[in-house]
């Protein structure tokens, strides 16, 4: 997507739009961007706090929340999430049942740091017919930490809503830092990652778009997608596979073979 910032009913719409055709086309977990329904770069507190939603009440899960359910799949997307005096970058999960659970992003980047407070919620998962899902949001993908918390938790499919912006140095002949991360973690703990970016500019911060679905070998299976168009990918993920698969050999499982013992 490319959601214009203080346009909340347009991207709202824009995004009821990719999950219908999304759903039109197979899928039963759709991903989405970070703060897809507010737009990401903010003038004040002030104009995120107009921006925001309650989780339980708000504008985007209502309108996410009602999708989900009737179209009978599972929505993860970002909104700016107020709780009380407190803002939150977040991430909802809405299924067929309503909503799900919430996520509240717990590494903040840059200037997020001015408008929302760090997640409280640590990192939960959440159980659906489709598989185990983890949530994190875009800078939590820094951390190997989070994909392994999830993944300990028995998460099988890690969604992430993202908003990329370049990274000094990258060449321009490689994949994204981004996507070496995600393929990365993917490998590293045997599961699936689906992470959503944005595309475009807003107010002169430039997005990467390159979203892409990293299936347990760290290989991707769809994507990475356009660096500056919207664009929906799908893929076909065997989240039972991706459990048998951490067994690597006669001797080693990526997550029995942890030693933290010796990590103090």
């Avoid at 709780?83 to 903040?108: D, E, M, Q, T």
Wanted: charged share 20%; net charge negative; with cysteine.
């Amino acid at each position: 997507m490319a959601p214009e910032i203080g346009s909340k009913a347009e991207n709202l719409a824009r995004s009821a739009d990719f999950i219908e055709r999304a759903a039109a086309g197979g899928a039963n977990v759709i991903v989405l961007p970070e703060l897809c329904s507010s737009g990401y770069v903010f003038e004040s507190r002030a104009e995120a706090l107009a921006l925001a939603d309650g989780y339980d009440d708000g504008d985007s899960t209502t309108r996410w929340a009602a999708l989900a359910q009737g179209l009978g799949v599972y929505v993860v997307a970002g909104f700016a999430e107020r709780a009380g005096v407190r803002l939150f970058n977040a991430a909802a999960v809405l299924g067929p049942r309503g909503r799900v659970g919430l996520f509240r992003k717990v590494h903040l980047w840059g200037d997020e740091n001015l408008f929302f407070s760090p997640g409280d919620l640590g990192f939960p998962v959440f159980a659906t017919e489709h598989g185990t899902l983890g949530v994190g949001i875009c800078y939590d993908g820094w951390f190997p930490e989070f994909y392994r918390a999830v993944a300990l938790k028995g998460a099988e499919l890690v969604c992430v809503p993202t908003n990329w912006v370049p990274i000094p140095g990258q060449d321009p002949q490689r994949e994204a830092m981004a996507n070496i991360l995600t393929m990365a973690a993917a490998h590293t703990n045997s599961i699936c990652i689906a992470a959503a970016d944005r595309v475009g500019t807003e107010r002169g911060q430039h997005f990467i778009g390159q979203s892409l679905i990293v299936s347990h070998t760290g290989w991707p299976v769809a994507g990475p997608a356009s660096a500056s168009d919207e664009q929906i990918l799908y893929a076909d993920l065997d989240l039972a596979e991706a459990r048998r698969a951490r067994r690597w050999n006669d001797f080693n499982q990526v997550l029995r073979d942890r030693r933290p013992d010796a990590y103090a």
